[in-house]
């Protein structure tokens, strides 16, 4: 299959978190996977790391593909075969292809906005040939809302000095937290930008959801009963019963618990553990997870509000807040060695809590 090799940086791009480590395992790994949700910016920061590309967005090289996977591992490296999770046989001939070349570093980059449906398919883990980095909306220094005044990796090596500062009013904040951290939104007037959030949950309900099978209500409710629970470590029976609402039990554990993966696997919500000392004192510490979206602007658009009517619900601004540093603490994270997923939060039976 003919790739596109020219020069793939495309015009405008700014500069993400991700990419030190990015480039860090394409010298490591023959492969690198960006996973994230969608519209965070995944393919332009493959391209900014790519001299081909072969995308499955194409009918032609989606047809292609499903003939032979092969077809699309072709082109200058790093080659970028984007959205490969629409055929999941391309993640086997992707670590064949490393092998069979020897394992030759920064030979591949794949993206997906969700983990592929046929998961039969795929016999092989990759590891050792394809190595995995996660990707999330922009946090507030990516998108220039944030001045960056505080390095976390200098938090963690002795050398941070208190100082900076940074002047954020409360509007501010909830405009960011509507707003949300999506690249195309940058430069965008709130009139329009307030709009995207609301699409974005209407898109994935409509096309994603259906595509895997599951029910666009129960879907949909879900995700509200997650809105409406932001913080917190709702039990499934407490989801179950706002999803149901008006005295309805609403759905089985087993359905709360599939839809929960779902959207797990469609990177809309990640877990937050509780950390709990090792082995003495579990049953005095909270250790249930609590489940954030990737985004605030999501369950934003889910409960209804605007930066205009969060400024008279500091109950909800207070949670969308949580929200939002839970994403740009997760993105600093991942570009430091050994900190990635190491994020948790404190709940004793005391009432002692730190969010993270």
């Known amino acids: 299959m003919p790739a596109n090799t020219r020069n793939l940086r495309p015009d405008g791009y700014r500069s993400r978190v991700v990419d030190a480590r990015v480039e860090k395992m394409l010298r490591a790994f023959g492969g690198v996977e960006i996973t994230g949700p969608k519209w965070c910016g995944k393919t332009w920061t493959a391209l900014a790391h790519s001299r081909s590309v072969d995308t499955l967005m194409d009918p032609a090289t989606l047809a292609a593909a499903r003939t032979d996977p092969a077809l699309v591992l072709d082109g200058a490296e790093p080659h970028l075969v984007d959205e490969w999770q629409e055929v999941p046989q391309i993640w086997d001939a992707s670590r064949n292809r490393i092998d069979a070349n020897a ?30 980095v996660r990707m999330r909306p922009m946090a507030l220094s990516e998108s220039g809302d944030g001045g960056g005044g505080v ?22 904040i909830a405009r960011w937290c509507c707003r949300g951290g999506w690249p195309s939104l940058i430069g965008l007037d709130d009139e329009f930008a307030l709009e995207t959030p609301a699409e974005y949950i209407r898109n994935v309900n409509e096309v994603n959801v259906p595509r895997l099978g599951k ?67 579990k049953n005095r510490i909270r250790v249930k997870p609590k489940r954030y979206f990737v985004d605030p602007s999501l369950p934003a658009a889910l409960i209804g509000t605007n930066p205009v009517a969060l400024l008279r619900d500091t109950q909800t601004l207070g949670g969308l807040f949580e929200t939002l540093c839970f994403r740009d603490l997760s993105v600093y994270l991942s570009a430091m060695p050994g900190a990635a997923n190491r994020i948790h939060y404190y709940r004793d039976e005391k009432g002692l809590e730190v969010d993270f």
């Open 215 to 281: 029910s666009q209500a129960t879907s949909l409710a879900l995700m509200r009963a997650l809105a409406f629970n932001l913080g917190q470590a709702p039990t499934h029976r407490t989801l179950a019963s706002d999803m149901g609402g008006g005295g309805d039990p609403g759905p089985a554990r087993q359905t709360v618990t599939s839809y929960l993966e779902m959207l797990e696997d469609l990177y809309i919500i990640e877990g937050l553990p509780g950390w709990s000392p090792q082995p003495r004192g």
């Open 103 to 132: 394992n030759r570093r920064g030979q591949l980059i794949l993206t997906g906005s969700s983990a592929p449906k046929d998961t039969e398919a795929i016999r092989h883990s990759g590891t050792g040939r394809i190595a995995r």
């Open 151 to 172: 390095s976390f990796s200098r938090l963690f090596d002795g050398g941070f000095e208190a100082g900076a500062r940074c002047p954020t009013s409360i509007d501010d």
